[in-house]
């Protein structure tokens, strides 16, 4: 039994059929052939997928498809203004060497970006490594995903987003 | 050439905006027309027959396109998966090979043993059609707990392998040693664990395949560090495709670690079985199954022995190591826990007797091959830890204890007592810097400081030496390995003067893609921007050995030097012939060829163009094209050494070890890209840190359940597990290599360890606690404390 799901992601309209069982993650890479958002576990542990859901960072594996029904989602594919431009986040990781496989990256990023919003663009070491707790990254021993989300507030909040 | 962006330059990653963006190719990512998907059924049970297999009901779920079992790959004759590294026991007899078969046919070894593949089209339904598959299964003994592996009565795992002994190896004459020993003011002695880890790269392992039946073509993507020796393995040993006949892609790989070196049993599956479905097969693991089948590493049980003589000289080393190959012999697990382990017990000392004995077992469990340091962290662990054991028993400063029997910097090349030849090195400024950077003089305040507020502070030392930048052929074939060790490189221009530079090597994290673009940038004057380094595909790259053991840059780098130094002969040529100049005054300078006392030059796009456009060419000297291979074999490993030291409070009434600060001083060598390297060291130390504090796998004694099967029961390290680290460098460059580079990819994993349980055992001597072993979780050390506080009071 299939179900009709429509909704809005990076600003496009989208809709498809799911099954119930369909996660929001599954939708995303699926149906949308959208792969930048990333699984790397099954226990709602890693982080890899988190997205954006009307302006909330999500674990787009602990969420149903249907649940999104109406929803404004943002993913990684969503977040540069333009080809050219990157999102203050994502040139902080660039610039602080905060990533090196790329896989958790996605996740990391989206993460990043609503711990700042949610501070109000005041961060400081102990609260970004504590936010950190639903993300992890083997490769980068955090030491630098840490000097990059403390290095994009600022930036964040001058460029207003 | 010095610039903004050559050698030594902190450039930022080219790679970086496809993995910002999410427009990363993962092999899970690949869109594949008419994909079928598959899902493998594990064996529930550590050690069971198979009594037999019903799929009746399962092949008639929906969506089901085919089920194999190991029956069908016997009656196809598929090989079996191989180990790659013969190692000689102490007879001189090569090890015990039992067979691995690519699926269980008549019995399971290990939870995750693979016993039957689902193909259906779509994922869910393959899942859904493999819970159908009634297997009867009887349940037999298992053999899980290692110290007790080759007890009389443990349940057996192989028949080729009676007693569960893989090989009885050693290295170093026992008798000398034992003599030493005899003559030895003081003796340290220690029992350890090295724990099992499980390496957990963020992408699971994943493959998929596709058969073209119009060209009997296969080809194979998989999350390879390495896929030309996939392809060979597949193609010589498990398959028989023809070499030619099988392309092998890993696009970008979400970490390796080691985990990814391996030929696996279900990417083989995948790529045999896309020719008999007739559409393309994916497959990715989830994360449970990463658990129970990526290969763990580690996993040592061991005693040792240092003498030292009364003013604290090393005299000998005596240690006793029993590994864990798990169930099946994976595909460099025999060469892990000697040649790359027993071979480093010198470290960085002058201990001029040592002698190892390394049994290797069988157990129940999954296969144990390479991780992270693969060996190295296993002998720096001993050799770091029972060196600062003596030091706390002799009462000597950790430090001077280690000061006292660094090999001196004059003695280089020094020979080891254990078949290492180390290049280069100079120990004493290392441990200098660290000691400066950590504060070690105001320690004791700071402890003291500590104390006042309950908590139990500890400092703890570990001077590692390592060998990476696996090595020349020639030595690796006299110690059983089956394959060379060189890398290769292709320098290719196009007519438009743009390059692009294949490696034999593989980056899946790395970046490579500048380093190795650095490289070429540096030495031939091509804008960074103009360059791409190609990496990966079997199709596209010349033969080559992969990444691994620290190796790509000192290697993989090294023939990407001589590739352009051919580039530049060549390019002389053409320039002397376009300058009307004898080509022995052709200069190459900043990327043009000069005339040395002219102004006549070509810029090398210029005579790029003219290989390509030979209309003035001096077609009869010279072949057309710009387009160089070149191999690269090493004359010797590459040895970078390092002091890390950690700095730990505890909790006395919780157990939980906070670290506060953690220091790493390295050399390794030249260092190109610096912001690499220090992202290699950050990841290392936590790898290392992880596995003193947090990480374990655990498999229940009885049953061989893998209890620590997921992110929630494996404790991963996290951010706030964390300070920020605090590193140097020194350098003294590689002799032997053209970039006088050494490998920077697993110190930080090799070192950590030790420098954290120093600590821990540190902090905690003032109240009596002699011994915790990894990892100190909280309960590992509130009981070792309460252990302390109860003997103290008998």
């Known amino acids: 039994m299939t179900i009709s799901v429509a909704m809005t992601v990076n600003g496009k309209s989208v809709s498809g059929k799911v099954e119930a069982r369909t996660l929001l993650v599954q939708f995303l890479r699926e149906h949308l052939g959208m792969t930048g958002t990333h699984v790397g576990c099954d226990t709602s542990q890693c982080g890899a997928c988190v997205v954006h859901v009307d302006g909330q960072s999500v674990k787009s594996c602990t969420m149903l498809a249907v649940q999104a029904e109406g929803a404004k989602v943002t993913t990684i594919e969503g977040l540069a203004p333009s080809a050219d431009k990157l999102h203050p986040m994502q040139e902080a990781f660039r610039d602080n060497h905060a990533l090196q496989c790329g896989f958790c990256t996605p996740g990391m990023v989206m993460s990043a970006i609503d711990m700042v919003k949610r501070h109000n663009y005041v961060l400081d070491e102990a609260t970004v490594r504590r936010e950190l707790e639903g993300n992890l990254c083997r490769c980068t021993g955090y030491h630098n995903i840490v000097k990059a989300i403390l290095a994009a507030a600022p930036a964040m909040k001058s460029a207003g987003v | ?794």
């Open chain 2, 1 to 794: 050439m010095t610039s903004a962006t050559g050698i030594g330059a902190r450039v930022l990653r080219t790679e970086d905006k496809r993995f910002l963006t999410g427009t990363g190719r993962y092999v899970d990512d690949l869109p594949l027309a008419r994909a079928t998907y598959a899902y493998f059924l594990r064996s529930p049970h550590a050690h069971a027959k198979i009594k037999s297999i019903d799929i009746s009901a399962a092949e008639k779920s929906p969506g089901v396109v085919n089920i194999f079992t190991g029956k069908d790959l016997v009656d196809a004759k598929v090989g079996g998966l191989i180990c790659g590294w013969v190692v000689k026991d102490k007879h001189g007899e090569p090890h015990k090979a039992p067979p691995h078969p690519v699926m269980a046919v008549d019995t399971v070894r290990y939870v995750g043993d693979t016993v039957a593949m689902v193909v259906a089209n779509s994922y869910d339904e393959a899942r859904d059609a493999a819970e159908a598959i009634k297997v009867d299964y009887e349940v037999l003994p298992a053999n899980i707990d290692l110290a007790k592996a080759f007890d009389k009565g443990a349940p057996q795992v192989h028949p080729e392998a009676p007693g569960n002994l893989i090989y009885d190896w050693e290295i170093g004459v026992k008798a000398d040693v034992e003599a030493a020993f005899a003559k030895a003011a003081h003796v340290t002695k220690m029992d350890i664990v090295n724990n099992r880890l499980i390496p957990n790269a963020m992408e699971p392992r994943a493959a998929a395949a596709e058969y073209d039946k119009g060209t009997g073509n296969y080809t194979l993507w998989s999350t390879s560090q390495n896929p030309h020796v996939l392809r060979l393995i597949l193609s010589a040993f498990v398959l028989g495709i023809p070499e030619h006949k099988l392309r092998v892609i890993a696009p970008d790989v979400g970490g390796g670690f080691g985990s990814k070196i391996f030929c696996y049993a279900d990417e083989t599956m995948v790529c045999w079985a896309a020719s008999r479905v007739g559409r393309p097969i994916k497959w990715t693991a989830e994360r449970s199954e990463s658990f129970q089948t990526d290969c763990h590493g580690r996993d040592h049980v061991t005693h040792a022995e240092l003498a030292l003589d009364k003013e604290g000289k090393f005299l000998a080393l005596k240690v006793e190591t029993i590994a864990n190959m798990g169930a099946y012999l994976s595909t460099f697990s025999t060469a892990v826990p000697t040649y790359l382990y027993a071979t480093l017990l010198a470290g960085q000392y002058t201990t001029p007797l040592i002698y190892a004995n390394v049994k290797a077992a069988v157990t129940h469990t999954a296969p144990v091959d390479a991780y992270r340091g693969a060996g190295r962290p296993e002998a720096t662990f001993v050799i770091e830890t029972i060196v600062s054991k003596a030091a706390a028993e002799l009462k000597m400063d950790p430090a001077e204890l280690r000061r006292k029997n660094f090999i001196p910097s004059t003695a280089f090349p020094y020979q080891t007592p254990v078949a290492l030849q180390y290049d280069s090195g100079n120990y004493p400024p290392i441990i200098d810097e660290a000691m400066k950077i950590a504060d070690y003089p105001g320690f004791e305040a700071r402890r003291a400081e500590a104390k006042a507020r309950g908590k139990l502070r500890g400092i703890g030392f570990s001077s590692y030496i390592e060998a990476c930048g696996l090595a020349p052929s020639q030595v690796i074939g006299q110690l059983g390995g089956g394959v060379g060790q060189w890398e290769s490189a292709q320098i290719k221009f196009n007519p438009t003067g743009n390059v692009q530079v294949i490696t034999g090597s593989h980056s899946h994290g790395q970046g490579h893609e500048t380093t190795f673009a650095q490289l070429v940038h540096d030495r031939l004057g091509v804008p960074m921007d103009q360059i791409e380094v190609v990496h990966g595909d079997t199709s596209t790259t010349p033969f080559g050995m992969g990444t691994y053991g620290s190796r790509s840059l000192a290697v993989g780098g090294s023939a990407i030097m001589k590739a352009t130094d051919k580039i530049i002969a060549k390019g002389k040529k053409i320039a002397a012939h376009l300058m009307e100049a004898d080509v022995a005054d052709v200069v190459f300078e900043n990327g043009t060829f000069k005339v040395a006392g002219t102004d006549k030059n070509v810029p090398l796009a210029q005579a790029v163009f003219a290989a390509y456009v030979p209309h003035n060419y001096p077609l009869a000297e010279i072949e057309p094209g710009m387009d160089e291979n070149a191999f690269y074999d090493p004359a010797n490993f590459v040895y970078p050494a390092g002091t890390q030291i950690c700095e730990v409070e505890i909790d006395p009434d919780t157990g939980i070890v906070e670290v506060i600060a953690h220091t790493a001083v390295d050399d390794f060598g030249n260092i190109i890209n610096p912001m690499i390297v220090e992202g290699q060291v950050h990841g290392g130390i936590v790898q290392g840190v992880g596995q003193a504090l947090f990480e374990g796998a655990v498999y229940d004694k009885q049953t061989g359940q893998l209890l620590s099967g997921s992110f929630m029961d494996y404790t991963m390290p996290r951010a706030d597990n964390f300070p920020s680290f605090k590193l140097g460098y020194k350098v003294t460059p590689c002799p032997h290599n053209p970039l006088g580079v050494k490998g920077c990819g697993e110190a930080g994993a090799i070192a950590a360890p030790a420098a954290v349980m120093n600590a821990v055992h540190n902090a905690l001597a003032p109240i009596g606690v002699k011994h915790v072993e990894m990892p100190a979780t909280p309960l590992n050390v509130w009981q070792s404390i309460q252990g302390a506080q109860r003997a103290a009071a008998e």
